[in-house]
């Protein structure tokens, strides 16, 4: 494969393809964006599902994403290395068939209808796709102008947000339409009608997967078939070290470390609304949905998110990132705590608009921690992705809260989040001698 080198141009824009020699490559990445977003929003629908067929409560049904997200902490800096080694697209590819992997792993879960299996589906699914984050990421701030990093990668997110939409009314149609019997009526069957019972439901989870394994193995081999240019980070941001280039480690940047934070709280708070969406609709004074119809207005809670970053990539051609980051949390918490303390479609509606609010947040804080890091792109990225177990563990604390002080004021956790994360959009991504 050939190696091409990266020349900074003014008119370096992704949606030019006549300018920017690297759009082909962006606009290939951008399946990689939308199919771990569907498969990662897949699980707000399990969550409810699972809950009530394994009879879970919200701590224990958070256990899911704790063993999703925990792969982002355990896998993320091996990742870095690896990519270092095999280079972006042999990322990419092993990533795409680990995912595939934990998918067919689904299958076996279901059919022994075993929690502890699923929970380990969860995790090798979660480290392939971490695995196509440590790689995919960085791999977009590169290909193409330092300054329009941020814009590049919201752009880019758009299509994750895309699949991230699309996935709940998927699963609203596919898995929560079958009927999930109460613990009560299950203890009613006989031996022959609760194997049938257990059966059908394990075929409601095992054929999307299925599926979804067929998927992502047919795009490793897309990706192992085509080319795709090699850029070295420390030459693609060579330009943009101000603060001290010859740092011995990611470690050393003031504005890397805090930028972890802020994505480790970023993916909680959204993780842990999305998670709770479903459940939190179906609240009589909510707006008393069954659980099949809440899952669909969880698309719109992401669909939220896809129209701010297609908007946001423009907007931050021209307002600063941070500025627009630190407005965007703002709106957030204050989305949330209007959710806290009202009822009906103020609180339902309040909750679901956070989603256009999260839109900016994940590339912009990316784009923002790896500036300058130069030669340490690498190892940045895999900070900044470990820092992604934020999805693993606010989600479990919001729902030790949920389980005692009740699921609608056990939102104050992500309020807290966004209030981090303005602070960092305003001050806290500012790179420091």
């Not at 290395?81 to 068939?97: A, D, M, N, W, Y």
């Not at 979660?126 to 990093?149: D, F, K, M, R």
């Not at 009927?179 to 394990?202: F, H, M, P, R, W």
């Amino acid at each position: 494969m050939a190696n091409i080198p990266h020349t900074p141009m003014a008119s370096d824009k992704l949606t030019d393809n006549t300018k920017n020699p690297y759009f082909g490559s962006l606009a290939v990445l951008t399946s990689l964006f939308f199919i771990w977003g569907f498969i990662t929003s897949l699980n707000d629908i399990l969550i409810p599902h699972l809950k009530a067929v394994f009879t879970l409560n919200y701590t224990q049904a958070m256990l899911i994403q704790f063993c999703f997200f925990t792969a982002y902490f355990v896998v993320s800096m091996p990742s870095g290395h690896l990519v270092e080694r095999i280079g972006f697209k042999g990322g990419i590819i092993t990533g795409l068939s680990i995912a595939g992997l934990g998918c067919l792993l689904f299958y076996p879960a279901a059919g022994q209808h075993s929690y502890p299996l699923f929970l380990i589906a969860f995790f090798v699914l979660a480290s392939g796709i971490t695995l196509l984050q440590v790689a995919a990421n960085p791999y977009v701030t590169i290909l193409g102008q330092p300054e329009t990093a941020s814009s590049r990668l919201t752009m880019t997110q758009a299509f994750n947000s895309l699949g991230t939409t699309i996935a709940p009314y998927f699963g609203a149609l596919f898995i929560l339409s079958a009927a999930v019997k109460t613990a009560d009526e299950i203890k009613l069957l006989n031996a022959g009608d609760l194997s049938a019972y257990q059966a059908a439901q394990a075929a409601v989870v095992q054929h999307p997967y299925l599926l979804l394994a067929a998927v992502l193995f047919l795009i490793a081999g897309a990706f192992a078939a085509i080319k795709l240019p090699e850029v070295e980070p420390a030459e693609a941001h060579a330009l943009d070290i101000t603060d001290g280039a010859f740092r011995e480690s990611a470690w050393g940047y003031r504005h890397l470390v805090l930028g972890a934070v802020g994505i480790f709280v970023y993916v909680g708070a959204e993780v842990s609304i999305g998670s709770f969406l479903v459940n939190y609709l179906a609240q009589p004074n909510i707006s008393g949905l069954a659980e099949h119809e809440a899952a669909k207005y969880v698309s719109l809670y992401w669909g939220g998110a896809m129209v701010g970053r297609f908007a946001g990539a423009i907007v931050m051609r021209n307002i600063q990132p941070g500025k627009v980051l630190a407005f965007n949390a703002l709106a957030a918490s204050v989305l949330v705590v209007a959710s806290m303390v009202g009822a009906g479609p103020l609180a339902m509606w309040s909750i679901l608009t956070v989603g256009l609010c999260n839109s900016i947040m994940f590339p912009t804080l990316f784009s923002l921690a790896v500036n300058g890091l130069g030669k340490h792109t690498g190892q940045g990225s895999g900070i900044l992705c470990a820092a992604i177990v934020g999805g693993a563990i606010i989600p479990v604390v919001q729902g030790l809260f949920a389980d005692r002080v009740g699921i609608q004021q056990a939102f104050f956790i992500p309020v807290l989040c966004y209030l981090y994360i303005a602070y960092y959009g305003w001050k806290g991504h500012r790179l420091v001698a």
